[in-house]
């Protein structure tokens, strides 16, 4: 099979079922994990922030 044929085989799978939305659900919910993790840490919420804005900047990026 043709590389450009696997391509749109593999890309029409991952449409069908729906693999983006599911990516998100799981981004979304690991992202609370993290906060509701990072909120029981003991410091100062200034330092806390730091963490936050760069994990904000790592979901948020294209890839």
Known sequence: MPE???????TA????LDIARHTEIAKSTF???????LEAV?????KKQVLIQL??????REV
């Open 4 to 10: 450009t044929e696997k391509i749109s085989a593999v």
């Open 31 to 37: 992202r609370q994990q993290a906060y509701e993790s």
């Open 55 to 60: 994990a904000e900047q790592l979901m948020e």
């Open 42 to 46: 003991q410091a100062p919420d200034a």
């Open 13 to 16: 799978l991952f449409e069908q």
